[in-house]
């Protein structure tokens, strides 16, 4: 069956420091990666997936992910945290032999001025 | 502008009481999906389609229908709301996900209480 863990509900960094928030997934055959972030009252907006390819994925607002398919692990990364980037973070995941998703339980990301 | 519309955005109902919350989409996708998000528990697949007249069960189909009779609309009914069903409920559609995969664009939600 098809998981995405997210160990850490809440994660705090200092702005302009880097940021990861982890992921990990589990599916029977090739995974579909993806990060979404929610803002308050909002539905979620996509950031970034990960379907074949480089390993490191770039996203939306100097968002980027990487792929480690012997971690089974796609955590999300930004070099320098700006407050604005302050939401919850959903990480999911569609096994490439169904059209079903699987989201994470989501994190919190605060980030401190 | 290109959005996932629903409605309506909050409810307030008591049990038993047969509800619809309706999802339109103006970007002619043909996946769409119902998603109910609760705290500690993230978003679960409540139903998806493929397209028009083609639906199947998420992870958590249970009390609820869903029919796509078009391919713009994808109403989520609940024919006997129980408090159990007191949710945030989230419609998003995408272009189809066999020729690859495509990021899903989602409504702005609909709170349901269900006394």
């Known amino acids: 069956a098809q998981s995405v863990a997210q160990p850490e509900d809440q994660v705090n960094v200092a702005e302009g420091n880097p940021l990861t928030v982890k992921c990990t997934y589990s599916?029977?055959?090739?995974?579909?990666l993806f990060w979404y972030v929610q803002y308050p009252n909002r539905g979620l907006q996509f950031l970034l997936k990960?379907?074949?390819?480089?390993?490191l994925v770039k996203g939306s607002y100097g968002f980027e992910a990487e792929f480690n398919k012997s971690q089974t692990s796609f955590h999300l990364k930004k070099p320098s945290a700006l407050v604005s980037d302050s939401a919850l973070y959903f990480c999911?995941?569609?096994?490439?032999?169904?059209?079903?998703?699987?989201f994470g339980t989501g994190t919190r990301l605060k980030v401190l001025a | 502008e290109a959005q996932v519309t629903q409605n309506p955005r909050y409810l307030i109902t008591v049990t038993g009481k047969k509800l619809t919350v309706t999802c339109s989409q103006n970007?002619?996708?043909?996946?769409m999906s119902w998603y109910r998000q609760d705290p500690g528990l993230g978003l679960r697949q409540i139903y998806y389609?493929?397209?028009?007249?083609?639906?199947d069960k998420g992870d958590v189909p249970e009390g609820y229908k869903v029919s796509r009779k078009e391919k713009r609309n994808f109403p989520l009914i609940l024919e006997s709301p129980s408090p159990n069903q007191t949710s945030l409920y989230f419609c998003?559609?995408?272009?189809?996900?066999?020729?690859?995969?495509?990021?899903?664009?989602f409504g702005d939600g609909t709170r349901l209480s269900i006394l």
């Open positions: 998003a559609s995408s272009f189809s996900p066999t020729g690859g995969d495509q990021p899903q664009h």
């Open positions: 599916v029977s055959g090739n995974p579909y």
């Open positions: 990960y379907i074949t390819g480089d390993n």
């Open positions: 999911a995941v569609r096994d490439a032999g169904t059209y079903k998703y699987i």
């Open positions: 970007m002619n996708h043909e996946y």
């Open positions: 389609s493929m397209n028009v007249e083609v639906t």
